[in-house]
Each structure stands twice: as C-alpha cells, then as structure tokens.
Nanobody, 116 residues
Framework: VQLQASGGGLAQTGESLRLACAAS????????MGWYRQVPGKQRELVASISSGGSTNYADSVKGRFTISRDNAKNTVYLQMNSLKPEDTAVYYC???????????WGEGTLVTVSS
C-alpha cells in the first residue's frame, strides 16, 4: 500500500490550505483514513479521521476550522484547513488503517507552515 500526499505549503494566519492523499495498492474496503501531524520534539497527533462509511473524528484544536472528506472510488482523503493558525505549523502525515489498526500505512509527510 502506498500513500501519496500533496498540498502542503506556506500560508498566513487566517488563510486556507487543502491537503490531499491518494492511497493505492491492496486496500481493504472497510478502512479509516486520517491525517496526523507532528512538530519536532512532540509526538505525532491525530488531526482528523474518516471511515469508509463517512464517520469523522477531529482533534479539539481543529474542530470548526478543518474538514476531512474522502472519495472512496479514488481511495483519496482530503483535509480542508481554514482559519489557519501558527500553531497548525507541522509536518502532516496521511494514514490508512483497517483491522483495528493491525494494518496501518503512512505516507510521507507534507510540511504546512503558517506564518503570523
């Protein structure tokens, strides 16, 4: 399974960015795709996740600002990030998992930098 992310970059406070991540390979139909982020010296944290059935989960810090969505036909997950803040600066990683996360795959990170 491979994950290819795109869409990171530089934004100013209050601006928006959209991340996309396409999964390919042998993917179990019932899965959860998600975005995580990590800053140096801290653990990777969940930003948002969405199941193949459409159930979503968000970190409290992004609720109301970020929206996760997916296209099951394309095995692609999106993260619309609005009202960005400097504290959103991090490397963002996409993930796909199934089987109670016994199978879990990561994409290469994409850097999001938000300047004040």
């Amino acid at each position: 399974v491979q994950l290819q992310a795109s869409g990171g970059g530089l934004a100013q406070t209050g601006e928006s960015l959209r991340l996309a991540c396409a999964a390919s390979g042998s993917i179990f139909r019932s899965n959860v795709m998600g975005w995580y982020r990590q800053v140096p010296g801290k653990q990777r944290e969940l930003v948002a996740s969405i199941s193949s059935g459409g159930s979503t989960n968000y970190a409290d810090s992004v609720k109301g600002r970020f929206t996760i969505s997916r296209d099951n036909a394309k095995n692609t997950v999106y993260l619309q990030m609005n009202s960005l803040k400097p504290e959103d600066t991090a490397v963002y990683y996409c993930n796909i998992a199934w089987g109670a996360r016994n199978w879990s795959y990561w994409g290469e990170g994409t850097l999001v930098t938000v300047s004040s």
